[in-house]
């Protein structure tokens, strides 16, 4: 038997199989060294994003110019107050009866009464003003200074001349003593009546 014939090609046999089974390994080994590198990548990628949200976490930016609420305060308005005088008028506050001077006016050819809510210290010339202003009626007045300090009326209800006088009387139709001094001088009462006629 010639020995040199079956060991040569088992020799072949052997290399060729060596030469080919050992890339195969090697790629095998490859293939699960990039693998478990990718886990170990993967890993350390996760750990490091749970590490930065922690800290993220645990370092809150405080808020700029933070101020505590501001305790509100009660502020009056134009309803609050119309809201209190009906309260106040519901309750019998404020339904006192306000207290007037009545104003005749004689032209000669007409004659005209208002009554005129009154004030304190009201004059002569200021229950003719305000009748005036409410009622929309002409007045027309020159003012003199010193000694008289008073206006001289030259013009009512559009009837205009130096001729216009006036008295004021009392509730019972008497003349106030003392009246007579100056529009502006004179002040009224509750109830005194203040006529206004033409020379």
Not at 23 to 43: G, Y
Request: proline letters at 5%.
């Amino acid at each position: 038997m010639d020995i040199k014939r079956f060991i040569i090609p088992a020799l072949l046999v052997t290399i060729a199989a060596i030469f080919f089974v050992a890339p195969i390994n090697f790629r095998a080994n490859t293939a699960d060294l990039e693998k478990n590198q990718n886990k170990v990548e993967s890993v350390v990628d996760i750990s490091e994003a749970t590490t930065s949200s922690k800290k993220a976490a645990s370092t809150k930016t405080p808020t700029p110019n933070y101020k505590p609420p501001v305790k509100s305060e009660s502020i009056e308005t134009t309803a609050g107050k119309v809201l209190q005088e009906a309260i106040s008028q519901s309750t019998g506050q404020g339904n006192q009866k306000k207290e007037t001077v009545d104003l005749k006016i004689n032209i000669g050819t007409s004659s005209y009464s208002y009554q005129i809510y009154w004030s304190e210290r009201m004059t002569v010339y200021e229950v003719l003003d305000k009748a005036s202003n409410e009622n929309k009626f002409s007045l027309t007045a020159k003012w003199y200074g010193p000694p008289l300090n008073s206006y001289y009326i030259t013009e009512i209800h559009g009837h205009s001349c130096e001729c216009w006088i006036y008295v004021v009387k009392d509730k019972n139709g008497e003349k106030v003593p003392g009246s007579g001094e100056g529009a502006s001088l004179d002040t009224v009462e509750p109830g005194n009546i203040i006529i206004w006629k033409v020379t």
